[in-house]
């Protein structure tokens, strides 16, 4: 029997299920290395949920893909925008994790550019992974940034193979190296 999974945009009542898959995507570690002692995750979780409620950040549920299984729930998340934007879109998100962590927005670099279309996040639910869900909603994502005129583009940690390896199954090939934040990740387009 085949499971019914759809891929649709996101919507607003999404925004726990976006927050949880950045969350995922980062890995809870380096999110709690990101916010500092005294934190617990649930409290960036719902950052980037607040995040994601709104139209005019990065988290934005405005720049979801999710996928949906036969109940309807968010199995799967793409966050995806144009990287000449990034700063624009990054503004309210910089000045509230200032605010709620101390993080230093000045030590923020960018991981875009403008002339691509940023796979901010990918992320399936554990119990729906191996699926093909994830492929399908990068595959979708980088059609969105195809019909905008942008070059698909992502990060990739460099210990994390088998992400690559559905990376370039796409047609993402490195391009360069690039900094998120602590880590030197490689810079893939398709």
């Known amino acids: 029997m085949s499971e019914e999974i759809w891929i649709e945009e996101g919507r607003r009542e999404d925004a726990r299920a976006i927050g949880e898959a950045i969350v995922e995507a980062v890995g809870a570690e380096h999110c709690l290395g990101l916010i500092g002692p005294g934190h617990v995750i649930?409290?960036?979780?719902?950052?980037?949920?607040?995040?994601?409620?709104?139209?005019?950040?990065?988290?934005?549920y405005r720049n979801a893909l999710v996928a949906r299984d036969a109940a309807g729930e968010a199995v799967g998340v793409c966050l995806a925008y144009d990287g000449g934007r990034l700063a624009q879109l990054r503004r309210p998100f910089l000045a509230r994790a200032s605010q709620a962590f101390g993080i230093d927005p000045t030590e923020v670099t960018d991981e875009t550019e403008p002339g691509e279309y940023y796979i901010d996040t990918l992320a399936v639910r554990a119990d729906y992974r191996g699926r093909g869900i994830g492929r399908r909603l990068l595959m979708a994502a980088a059609e969105r940034g195809r019909a905008l005129g942008l070059r698909p583009g992502l990060l990739v940690d460099k210990e994390n193979p088998r992400a690559r390896t559905l990376y370039e199954s796409a047609g993402f090939v490195k391009v360069g190296d690039r900094p998120f934040f602590d880590i030197v990740m490689d810079h893939m387009q398709a």
């Not at 995040?51 to 950040?57: G, K, N, P, S």
Request: net charge negative; proline share 0%; no cysteine.
């Open 42 to 60: 649930e409290e960036i979780v719902a950052l980037f949920a607040e995040m994601a409620e709104r139209e005019d950040t990065q988290y934005s």
